[in-house]
């Protein structure tokens, strides 16, 4: 089992800059990959980035340059770096943790990018 908590969403304006963290607790965390998925208000959950138990990482050709996963083993906590934003970066972020056949999510958090 891992339970999974994300934090760090809030308001930020066009063109600004928000990181947002998973933290994890339970399972042997290093062993999971991660990824960090958005739902933004009548859309379906998309994946956003995605980093391996080996640190391979991978992007959403719309957040491409722009945003930067990173997981800190010894701190069991995954960050996704969010720069020049958009209003259509405005979403529910959560962080998901799979392994073969488990897989587990956070409840999300808001992020709201807008004048």
């Known amino acids: 089992q891992v339970q999974l908590v994300e934090s760090g969403g809030g308001l930020v304006q066009p063109g600004g800059s928000l990181r947002v963290s998973c933290a994890a607790s339970g399972s042997i965390f290093s062993v999971y990959d991660i990824g960090w998925y958005r739902q933004a208000p009548g859309k379906q959950r998309e994946l956003v980035a995605g980093i391996t138990s080996g640190g391979s990482t991978n992007y959403a050709d719309s957040v491409k340059g722009r945003f930067i996963i990173s997981r800190d083993n010894a701190k069991n906590k995954v960050y996704l770096e969010m720069n020049s934003l958009k209003p259509e970066d405005t979403a529910v972020y959560y962080c998901?943790?799979?392994?073969?056949?488990?897989?587990?999510w956070g409840r999300g958090t808001q992020v709201t990018v807008s004048s």
């Open positions: 998901n943790a799979y392994r073969g056949s488990h897989t587990y």
